[in-house]
């Protein structure tokens, strides 16, 4: 998972077909129910993390068909608590509004 996630670091946005062809497999394997419901926090983190890249990669395109984003957001959403929990804590008191309505804006979007 972490050599992974460092690959697709390396990743330009909107590579070439190529590029794009060789981390496929890498992107069907990351929407998987096994790592999507897997119990340990930092496969969770490390998969938020690949997924991101995922993301930026194909961007302004989405990675997946609307249904699956759906549910990788909702999956991903299981470790809200613990995510705004450590953020909190971690971010400044006078930037916690600013997190807060960030928030609410992603729990709207998904509704």
């Known amino acids: 998972m972490q050599e992974a996630e460092m690959w697709l670091s390396r990743v330009d946005q909107s590579p070439p077909e190529s ?3 060789a981390f496929r497999p890498t992107m069907a394997v990351l929407i998987t129910n096994e790592l999507l419901e897997h119990p340990d926090p930092n496969v969770k983190v490390a998969l938020t993390s690949c997924l991101t890249e995922v993301t930026r990669i194909t961007a302004p395109e989405a990675p997946y068909d609307d249904d699956v ?3 990788r957001f909702v999956a991903l959403l299981g470790m809200e608590r613990w995510c705004l929990y450590v953020l ?3 971010i400044l008191p006078c930037c916690r509004p600013c997190l807060r309505e960030l928030w609410i804006l992603l ?3 998904m509704i």
Request: without cysteine.
């Open 69 to 71: 984003m759906k549910v």
């Open 88 to 90: 909190t804590i971690a």
């Open 19 to 21: 590029m794009y062809n």
């Open 107 to 109: 729990l709207t979007w």
